[in-house]
């Protein structure tokens, strides 16, 4: 998934947690920061600064949300731990989820060599997707 449609999930997930009572301002930037933080992180380390074959590893696997949620609950308080939380397992379930290293590094994974490539048409649908998404936040309030 593209970054449009990871703001578009985050979004959503935003909504139901207002919803279920949760603080509307205080969950949304922890939660949009963590939607694109896994591909801000392994894209850098696999495509910029080639220390991995492919731009899912580090960020993308259940120990660093878990890890990193509760280090944001610490040092930010549980309310923001809990947005990264939604907000990083997201970005994961969002993506493909059987190319997602889910128990890396306990688990032995295969990266395949991949290059960083925008797929124009499915950007297209993630935009389309994330402005439906925005029509419908902004009128659900």
Do not use: C
Not at 15 to 39: C, H, N, T
Not at 42 to 48: E, F, S, T
């Amino acid at each position: 998934m593209h970054i449009p449609g990871h703001i578009a999930v985050a979004l959503v997930e935003h909504r139901f947690l207002v919803l279920q009572g949760q603080d509307e301002q205080v969950m949304l930037k922890p939660l949009l920061i963590a939607s694109v933080f896994p591909d801000l992180v392994d894209k850098a380390i696999g495509y910029v600064f080639h220390l991995m074959p492919n731009g899912r590893h580090y960020a993308h696997n259940i120990f660093s949300v878990i890890g990193l949620s509760l280090a944001v609950a610490l040092v930010w308080g549980k309310t923001v731990g809990l947005a990264w939380f939604v907000g990083h397992l997201g970005h994961l379930l969002a993506d493909d989820i059987r190319r997602v290293p889910w128990l890396f590094p306990v688990r032995p994974y295969h990266f395949y060599q991949g290059r960083l490539k925008l797929k124009p048409i499915r950007f297209l649908k993630e935009t389309i997707f994330l402005a439906v998404v925005l029509f419908i936040y902004h009128y659900s309030r």
